[in-house]
C-alpha cells in the first residue's frame, strides 16, 4: 500500500507516492538496480544493513555490475565496515564522507531516483520515493558531484 507525501528535495517540492512495505521497497529498489544500464550513484548517511546486505538488493548489484555498471556510494561516517565491505565485494566503489549527508537517494542512470526518508513519521524504516522526473533527477547528480568533490 502506498500514500501520497510531499517531500522538499534540494529546494523542490515533489508530489510523489511513499512506500509503506518495507520488503516492497527494497524489492523495488533492487529493481531499479538491476534495470541499471550505465551509472548507479547512491548516497547514504547510515548504510542501513536491512537494505544493503538484503539478497534482493546484493543479486541487483551483481547483475549491474556484471552488465558493467558503474556503481559509486557515498557513505556517512558510520561503522557499516560489513556492509561497506560487501558491497566493495561486489563491484561497488564506496568511499566514506567526513559528515552525514542532508539526502538518502540512489540515482540509477541520470533517469530515475530513489529517494529514502530514514526514521519516516516515527518508524525504525524508511520510506521511499521513486521519481523519473528529468529536472530533479539532476539536481540529485549536481549534489552527489558536490559531494565526491569534497573527498
Known amino acids: ?16 507516492n511513499a512506500g509503506d512495505d518495507d520488503d516492497t521497497y527494497i524489492e523495488e529498489y533492487a529493481a531499479l538496480v538491476r534495470e541499471a544500464n550505465s551509472t548507479i550513484w547512491i548516497v547514504s548517511d547510515q548504510m542501513p544493513s536491512t537494505v544493503y546486505e538484503n539478497p534482493y538488493f546484493v543479486e541487483a548489484l551483481i547483475q549491474a555490475r556484471t552488465k ?3 556503481i559509486q556510494i557515498l557513505a556517512g561516517p558510520v561503522k557499516t565496515k560489513n556492509t561497506i565491505n560487501l558491497l566493495r565485494r561486489k563491484g ?6 567526513q559528515h552525514f549527508p542532508k539526502h538518502n537517494y540512489a540515482v540509477i542512470d541520470g533517469q ?3 529517494i529514502e526518508e530514514t526514521g519516516f513519521q516515527g518508524r525504525i524504516g524508511c520510506a521511499q520515493y521513486i521519481i523519473h522526473d528529468y529536472i530533479h533527477v539532476s539536481k540529485l547528480e549536481n549534489n552527489f558531484r558536490a559531494l565526491s568533490n569534497t573527498l
Open 112 to 114: 530515475h531516483a530513489r
Open 92 to 97: 561497488a566503489f564506496v568511499r566514506k564522507l
Open 68 to 70: 558493467g555498471v558503474n
Open 1 to 16: 500500500m502506498s500514500r501520497y507525501w510531499i517531500l522538499n528535495l534540494l529546494g523542490v517540492s515533489l508530489g510523489i
